[in-house]
């Protein structure tokens, strides 16, 4: 059983079709690059947030639950995350399209910030000035829930070259601004 932060020579284990899915074209990439020599190289990113993002995801769901003025029910918030702003995984993507080495290999893109959930909409909470709206507990824990999901990104600066520039906090407070919802107190 591997222990976090992941490694990029851990074996992956999906737990449903989409993360199956994102496995074999990582081994298709691999492949591609053994046989035809495409220059492939795959990218592993932690969860990415920033503004403008989807509203089913967390970050967003909770912050424009919180706009709104509504109560947001979730979890106890246990699980670490590593979570990436934007910026920083779109300047992944372009190291890793510039690389002249790496090709066929797996990179791990992360922070290497890790916070639990809990701590995160407390966080955001705090920035918005409506910690009073957190209904924490409130919801069970999902089925097979993985309760810490971090990565060892270092890969990614010896050979790309890149490292993450956005601190948490920063990328919380430029995600929220973008939103409109920052208590300027």
């Known amino acids: 059983n591997v222990r976090p932060p992941f490694l990029e020579l851990h074996r992956e284990n999906p737990v449903g079709p989409y993360s199956f899915s994102k496995l074999c074209v990582s081994y298709l990439a691999g492949m591609f690059f053994r046989v035809y020599r495409v220059p492939a190289i795959v990218l592993r990113p932690t969860l990415a947030y920033g503004p403008g993002q989807e509203p089913g995801m967390f970050i967003p769901s909770l912050i424009r639950t919180l706009r709104r003025g509504e109560r947001f029910q979730m979890t106890p918030g246990e699980q670490v995350r590593d979570f990436i702003y934007v910026e920083d995984l779109v300047g992944a ?10 090709f066929g290999e797996i990179f791990n893109v992360g922070s290497g910030e890790s916070s639990t959930i809990k701590d995160l909409a ?3 909470g705090a920035l918005m000035n409506r910690s009073s709206l957190l209904d924490i507990g409130m919801i069970s824990y999902r089925p097979a829930e993985i309760m810490d999901y971090r990565v060892d990104a270092s890969k990614a600066l010896k050979v790309l070259g890149w490292k993450p520039e956005i601190s948490l906090d920063l990328g919380l407070r430029l995600t929220i601004e973008a939103e409109g919802c920052v208590d300027e107190r």
């Open 93 to 102: 993507y372009l190291k890793a399209g510039a690389a002249k080495t790496g």
């Open 122 to 124: 407390l966080k955001i």
